[in-house]
């Protein structure tokens, strides 16, 4: 009788725990005439089975080294018990069968049949060639699963993930995280904890899984079951902005190819989100949005409206520049409208008052079509050759779409009318994917939409321009043009990111002699970096520095070195200027210096086979002069107004900010009678009204919090070879500032006293400037005063208020809140606010745009400045504005209405609920009442019409609306 004898398997591992199979370190070998054997199971290559309830998976055993093999096979059932399933034999299959919920290991064991006759069974092994246990696992409706957090992590925050396993015998966990800059991480050994928590260190995505074993399984592929890959956020060190949101656009998605496009005189609602280095929204930021046609102020004019009011821009060298400020929702948000009669086309981003490793805080582009009323509108939308020809790549992936949109005619859009399209030589119609020549004229008709598409490609260098005409209903279309041009993909063509450190301008130039760096990322057409690229930086006088080694520039026409028709360029040698070459993420830098005071002039050329290949792709001025001794402190609205704007003021004031919480930050400098002073200057510092110096700041980096917020103190900031730092006492809760500008920023806070906090800041006996700060009442929080009990009669209007409060139950005078609405019926509206009827003027001629306190679908958004803001139907929420003692007004008014349906001419209105209705209802008006709840889903007032006491989280019922 043969003796079972069972070899318990282990569960300690001969090797480190794995992530992924080809993460596994090759094994080293066993011992060359051990016995070993080889387990596989039959469909699963070398990973754990998975199979349902009543599967059956089959193993198969190999040994080596053994003369005449038998063998045994061991399961571990899901309750932890093991069993030996199929005793020694020659057979050297087990088929595992009719599998219930749970986990299985299965081992097998090989013996010489010498071995198992003479009783030997201290000779039988499990192991594998590698010296490792062969156990198999098998998972039946097995399940890992893993949550992690959906805030982000900011600076010294933990990040805590969970897993949970189902249907795992005693589940060990082990985790393992990838680094926003790809490395991947492991837990630690696996652990009976179903949590892993660490401190993330980098800002960015990081991405985890979790594996979950029994205790006896190997900690390997064939072992272990995992988790799907989950993500969480985490914002360490760092601000950070959000991409733009758009609103009022009739299609497009914001790109070169297919921008937004708003039609019939329609205006684009643009806002941005703003998150201080913490990750908590930022207040009171001074946020640019920038606006350009072909990287330059637009020359088709533009306007721009924030909150009712319209903008003023400031010229740029890449665009025109409109501020705005975040409100306490870290939010900045403008309106843009384009030109009235003509088409125009512009670029849109937005940037945070920010730097990070040297590089502004700002959105990615967006780009805009807007069209004029009754006409039809084209994109890509460049009506011009050279530079404002829409850039594409030769190859299939240079195929551009070309979309006419035709204009709807009473709000009806224009559908299956023909558009022909014609390209001039060089272009071809195609297909969408690139494949066929369809020739030089396309007819396309147009869709539900009322557009029609085209596709366009080139098989050389050339620059095309496509033009549609159509006769529609109302008007005909003719001379729609606009131009692209295809380029060969892998030539440098232009550089992003170029950014010269330290800045100069007339008012504020470097000092002579002061070494300037230059840096950016040279991109061929389609926006890919080019590593190893070759460049030439020549410039009209001046020097170059190689290894701290100055070299005068040659005397050479540095704008002139472009090739002529028909021949290459200059050299790319130093008989022309300064070769440089890009490294393997195709960045370079390059240092530059004039000993004499003046402008120089620089060129970047780019290279093919030692020879300019084309005009110089950027072009930059720096300012060398003298620096004079300081004569005042002075105050900037902004940090870019102190680069620009070096005279400032004594006193800043219309400064606002909320209780407890650090103000916007307010910009200082030492000026000279031309300039912001450089060299090290000692500030002192005194807030008055209790206050205290919360957060300091150099040039455009976030301020940094201080470990000892106090009233009064004396700060240094420190000239480092044009570099500047500050020491502070007490020292900062995180790195301490550093920037090329010699501007000292500060963020006051004031958490016992409202009123006016003023911040005085003076260096030595220069002249101080100070800066006052109204520090109002709490955010809003919460409603209350509203009227228990309001009942409406159809058709009837009736005029309620209620007072906007802080969590202290302070009125909040001349500030935002929110009214949201949630399953309410038609028929209930908001006909006023604070007395103010709701209308939209066009043409001279007011029209009634009352807001619906439902999913009511009108055509049109409500904006009155200082007033009420709401989005259009596909807005829940409005928002409104207090007088100066927290109340705000509406007037409510039940009943089918007459709303503006978006005509100027008759029939210009429509009636909603339809033609007959009686509307009514019964709703109730709740608002914030504790710790936890949701601004964003029910705003300070909340109406819902379920019917029901329906009491969002910690809200509290303030009134019934019968009507």
Same mark, same amino acid.
């Not at 309750?79 to 290991?105: C, E, F, I, P, R």
């Not at 991405?207 to 988790?227: C, D, M, Q, R, V």
């Not at 044009?722 to 958490?751: C, K, M, Q, R």
């Not at 302070?810 to 809140?817: C, H, I, K, L, T």
């Given at each position: 009788?043969?003796?079972?004898?069972?070899?318990?398997?282990?569960?300690?591992?001969?090797?480190?725990?794995?992530?992924?199979?080809?993460?596994?370190?090759?094994?080293?070998?066993?011992? =060359?005439?051990?016995?070993?054997?080889?387990?596989?199971?039959?469909?699963?290559?070398?990973?754990?089975?998975?199979?349902?309830?009543?599967?059956?998976?089959?193993?198969?055993?190999?040994?080596?080294?053994?003369?005449?093999?038998?063998?045994?096979?061991?399961?571990?059932?899901?309750?932890?018990?093991?069993?030996?399933?199929?005793?020694?034999?020659?057979?050297?299959?087990?088929?595992?069968?009719?599998?219930?919920?749970?986990? %299985?290991?299965?081992?097998?064991?090989?013996?010489?049949?010498?071995?198992?006759?003479?009783?030997?069974?201290?000779?039988?092994?499990?192991?594998?060639?590698?010296?490792?246990?062969?156990?198999?696992?098998?998972?039946?409706?097995?399940?890992?699963?893993?949550?992690?957090?959906?805030?982000?992590?900011?600076?010294?925050?933990?990040?805590?993930?969970?897993?949970?396993?189902?249907?795992?015998?005693?589940?060990?966990?082990?985790? +393992?995280?990838?680094?926003?800059?790809?490395? +991947?991480?492991?837990?630690?050994?696996?652990? !009976?904890?179903?949590?892993?928590?660490?401190?993330?260190?980098?800002?960015?995505? /990081?991405?985890?899984?979790?594996?979950?074993?029994?205790?006896?399984?190997?900690?390997?592929?064939?072992?272990?079951?995992?988790?799907?890959?989950?993500?969480?956020?985490?914002?360490?060190?760092?601000? @950070?902005?959000?991409? *733009?949101?758009?609103?009022?656009?009739?299609?497009?998605?914001?790109?070169?190819?297919?921008?937004?496009?708003?039609?019939?005189?329609?205006?684009?609602?643009?806002?941005?989100?703003?998150?201080?280095?913490?990750?908590?929204?930022?207040?009171?930021?001074?946020?640019?949005?920038?606006?350009?046609?072909?990287?330059?102020?637009?020359?088709?004019?533009?306007?721009?409206?924030?909150?009712?009011?319209?903008?003023?821009?400031?010229?740029? #060298?890449?665009?025109?520049?409109?501020?705005? %400020?975040?409100?306490?929702?870290?939010?900045?948000?403008?309106?843009?409208?384009?030109?009235?009669?003509?088409?125009?086309?512009?670029?849109?981003?937005?940037?945070?008052?920010?730097?990070?490793?040297?590089?502004?805080?700002?959105?990615?582009?967006?780009?805009?079509?807007?069209?004029?009323?009754?006409?039809?509108?084209?994109?890509?939308?460049?009506?011009?050759?050279?530079? =404002?020809?829409?850039?594409?790549?030769?190859?299939?992936?240079?195929?551009?779409?070309?979309?006419?949109?035709?204009?709807?005619?009473?709000?009806?859009?224009?559908?299956? *009318?023909?558009?022909?399209?014609?390209?001039?030589?060089?272009?071809?119609?195609?297909?969408?994917?690139?494949?066929?020549?369809?020739?030089?004229?396309?007819?396309?008709?147009?869709?539900?939409?009322?557009?029609?598409?085209?596709?366009?490609?080139?098989?050389?260098?050339?620059?095309?321009?496509?033009?549609?005409?159509?006769?529609?209903?109302?008007? #005909?279309?003719?001379?729609?043009?606009?131009?692209?041009?295809?380029?060969?993909?892998?030539?440098?063509?232009?550089? #992003?990111?170029?950014?010269?450190?330290?800045?100069?301008?007339?008012?504020?130039?470097?000092?002579?002699?002061?070494?300037?760096?230059?840096?950016?990322?040279?991109?061929?057409?389609?926006?890919?970096?080019?590593?190893?690229?070759?460049?030439?930086?020549?410039?009209?006088?001046?020097?170059?520095?190689?290894?701290?080694?100055?070299?005068?520039?040659?005397?050479?026409?540095?704008?002139?070195?472009?090739?002529?028709?028909?021949?290459?360029?200059?050299?790319?040698?130093?008989?022309?200027?300064?070769?440089?070459?890009?490294?393997?993420?195709?960045?370079?830098?390059?240092?530059?210096? $004039? @000993?004499?005071?003046?402008?120089?002039?620089?060129?970047?050329?780019?290279?093919?086979?030692?020879?300019?290949?084309?005009?110089?792709?950027?072009?930059?001025?720096?300012?060398?002069?003298?620096?004079?001794?300081?004569?005042?402190?002075?105050?900037?609205?902004?940090?870019?107004?102190?680069?620009? $704007?070096?005279?400032?003021?004594?006193?800043?004031?219309?400064?606002?900010?909320?209780?407890?919480?650090?103000?916007?930050?307010?910009?200082?400098?030492?000026?000279?009678?031309?300039?912001?002073?450089?060299?090290?200057?000692?500030?002192?510092?005194?807030?008055?009204?209790?206050?205290?110096?919360?957060?300091?700041?150099?040039?455009? !980096?976030?301020?940094?919090?201080?470990?000892?917020?106090?009233?009064?103190?004396?700060?240094?900031?420190?000239?480092?070879?044009?570099?500047?730092?500050?020491?502070?006492?007490?020292?900062?809760?995180?790195?301490?500032?550093?920037?090329?500008?010699?501007?000292? !920023?500060?963020?006051?806070?004031?958490? !016992?006293?409202?009123?006016?906090?003023?911040?005085?800041?003076?260096?030595?006996?220069?002249?101080?400037?100070?800066?006052?700060?109204?520090?109002?009442?709490?955010?809003?929080?919460?409603?209350?005063?509203?009227?228990?009990?309001?009942? *409406?009669?159809?058709?009837?209007?009736?005029?309620?208020?209620?007072?906007?409060?802080?969590?202290?139950?302070?009125?909040?005078?001349?500030?935002?809140?929110?009214?949201?609405?949630?399953?309410?019926?038609?028929?209930?509206?908001?006909?006023?606010?604070?007395?103010?009827?709701?209308?939209?003027?066009?043409?001279?001629?007011?029209?009634?745009?009352?807001?619906?306190?439902?999913?009511?679908?009108?055509?049109?958004?409500?904006?009155?400045?200082?007033?009420?803001?709401?989005?259009?139907?596909?807005?829940?929420?409005?928002?409104?504005?207090?007088?100066?003692?927290?109340?705000?007004?509406?007037?409510?008014?039940?009943?089918?209405?007459?709303?503006?349906?978006?005509?100027?001419?008759?029939?210009?209105?429509?009636?909603?609920?339809?033609?007959?209705?009686?509307?009514?209802?019964?709703?109730?008006?709740?608002?914030?009442?504790?710790?936890?709840?949701?601004?964003?889903?029910?705003?300070?007032?909340?109406?819902?019409?379920?019917?029901?006491? /329906?009491?969002?989280?910690?809200?509290?019922?303030?009134?019934?609306?019968?009507?």
């Amino acid at each position: 009788m043969k003796s079972h004898v069972m070899k318990k398997v282990s569960g300690l591992a001969i090797g480190s725990s794995m992530l992924i199979l080809s993460m596994l370190p090759a094994a080293s070998a066993f011992a =060359a005439t051990a016995p070993s054997i080889t387990l596989t199971e039959q469909g699963y290559n070398n990973i754990a089975a998975k199979v349902q309830p009543g599967g059956s998976v089959t193993f198969s055993a190999s040994a080596n080294g053994v003369t005449d093999p038998m063998y045994q096979f061991w399961v571990e059932e899901p309750n932890g018990s093991w069993k030996d399933v199929q005793n020694y034999s020659s057979t050297n299959t087990y088929t595992l069968s009719n599998v219930a919920s749970g986990d %299985y290991l299965v081992t097998a064991y090989v013996l010489s049949a010498a071995n198992l006759k003479a009783g030997d069974y201290s000779a039988a092994t499990n192991a594998e060639a590698n010296g490792l246990q062969d156990v198999e696992g098998v998972f039946v409706d097995s399940t890992v699963t893993l949550s992690t957090p959906t805030a982000a992590a900011t600076a010294g925050q933990t990040m805590t993930v969970t897993a949970t396993a189902a249907n795992i015998y005693n589940p060990l966990y082990q985790f +393992w995280y990838k680094t926003p800059d790809g490395q +991947w991480i492991q837990s630690g050994d696996y652990q !009976s904890s179903s949590t892993f928590t660490f401190t993330p260190t980098e800002t960015g995505t /990081y991405t985890f899984i979790a594996y979950a074993k029994s205790p006896l399984a190997l900690n390997n592929p064939e072992g272990a079951s995992y988790s799907p890959t989950e993500t969480a956020q985490s914002a360490v060190g760092q601000p @950070t902005i959000s991409g *733009l949101t758009v609103t009022g656009e009739t299609t497009g998605a914001g790109t070169t190819a297919s921008p937004y496009l708003m039609t019939n005189n329609g205006s684009m609602a643009v806002s941005t989100t703003l998150l201080d280095a913490n990750g908590n929204p930022a207040p009171g930021a001074a946020i640019t949005y920038v606006i350009a046609q072909d990287n330059a102020p637009p020359t088709d004019p533009v306007t721009v409206m924030s909150d009712g009011v319209a903008l003023s821009s400031t010229a740029a #060298s890449t665009g025109a520049d409109y501020t705005v %400020y975040t409100n306490a929702a870290g939010q900045a948000g403008i309106t843009i409208t384009g030109p009235v009669g003509q088409t125009a086309g512009y670029t849109l981003y937005a940037q945070a008052p920010y730097q990070v490793n040297n590089q502004p805080v700002e959105t990615p582009v967006i780009n805009a079509e807007f069209v004029t009323a009754g006409q039809a509108g084209i994109t890509p939308y460049n009506p011009a050759s050279g530079s =404002a020809a829409f850039q594409a790549s030769l190859g299939t992936s240079g195929v551009v779409p070309v979309t006419v949109t035709l204009p709807p005619v009473n709000t009806t859009a224009q559908v299956n *009318l023909p558009v022909t399209f014609d390209v001039t030589t060089g272009g071809y119609f195609t297909n969408a994917s690139g494949t066929t020549n369809l020739g030089s004229v396309a007819t396309v008709y147009t869709t539900s939409a009322g557009q029609a598409t085209v596709y366009v490609d080139a098989a050389t260098p050339s620059t095309v321009k496509v033009t549609a005409s159509a006769t529609t209903a109302d008007p #005909s279309v003719s001379g729609l043009d606009t131009y692209v041009e295809w380029s060969q993909p892998g030539i440098a063509s232009t550089i #992003s990111n170029f950014t010269i450190t330290p800045s100069s301008t007339a008012t504020s130039p470097v000092a002579a002699a002061t070494d300037v760096e230059m840096s950016g990322v040279v991109e061929d057409v389609q926006g890919n970096p080019l590593p190893n690229a070759q460049l030439l930086l020549a410039a009209t006088t001046g020097a170059y520095v190689v290894s701290g080694t100055s070299t005068d520039f040659p005397d050479v026409n540095a704008s002139g070195l472009g090739p002529a028709t028909g021949s290459a360029g200059a050299p790319a040698t130093t008989t022309y200027g300064d070769p440089i070459q890009t490294n393997a993420a195709g960045q370079f830098t390059a240092e530059v210096t $004039d @000993t004499s005071t003046g402008n120089v002039n620089y060129y970047l050329y780019p290279v093919q086979n030692g020879f300019v290949s084309a005009g110089f792709i950027t072009s930059a001025t720096a300012v060398f002069g003298t620096s004079s001794v300081a004569t005042a402190v002075n105050a900037f609205p902004t940090e870019a107004d102190a680069a620009t $704007d070096t005279s400032g003021v004594t006193s800043l004031t219309g400064i606002q900010d909320g209780y407890d919480t650090a103000s916007a930050p307010l910009y200082f400098g030492t000026v000279t009678s031309t300039s912001l002073a450089t060299g090290t200057v000692t500030y002192n510092l005194s807030v008055g009204n209790s206050g205290v110096v919360y957060a300091l700041g150099v040039g455009s !980096s976030a301020p940094v919090p201080l470990n000892s917020q106090v009233s009064d103190l004396t700060v240094t900031l420190n000239d480092n070879n044009g570099t500047y730092t500050l020491s502070v006492p007490g020292g900062f809760s995180g790195t301490a500032p550093s920037a090329a500008t010699p501007i000292l !920023s500060v963020e006051v806070l004031n958490d !016992s006293a409202i009123g006016n906090t003023v911040l005085t800041v003076g260096s030595g006996n220069l002249t101080p400037a100070s800066a006052t700060v109204n520090v109002l009442s709490d955010s809003a929080a919460q409603a209350a005063n509203f009227a228990p009990v309001v009942d *409406l009669t159809n058709g009837q209007a009736q005029t309620v208020s209620y007072t906007v409060e802080d969590v202290n139950g302070n009125p909040v005078g001349d500030a935002p809140s929110t009214i949201n609405e949630g399953s309410m019926p038609e028929g209930l509206w908001i006909t006023q606010v604070n007395g103010i009827a709701l209308s939209t003027t066009q043409s001279g001629v007011a029209y009634a745009t009352p807001i619906p306190l439902s999913s009511a679908s009108v055509l049109y958004n409500v904006s009155v400045p200082g007033v009420v803001l709401w989005g259009g139907a596909s807005s829940s929420s409005t928002t409104v504005y207090s007088n100066s003692s927290g109340v705000v007004t509406l007037t409510l008014q039940r009943g089918p209405l007459d709303v503006w349906n978006g005509n100027t001419s008759a029939p210009a209105y429509t009636e909603k609920p339809s033609t007959g209705a009686v509307p009514s209802g019964s709703s109730t008006a709740y608002t914030y009442n504790g710790t936890g709840y949701s601004e964003s889903n029910y705003g300070q007032l909340y109406f819902t019409g379920t019917g029901t006491q /329906y009491a969002p989280a910690n809200g509290a019922a303030i009134s019934s609306i019968n009507w």
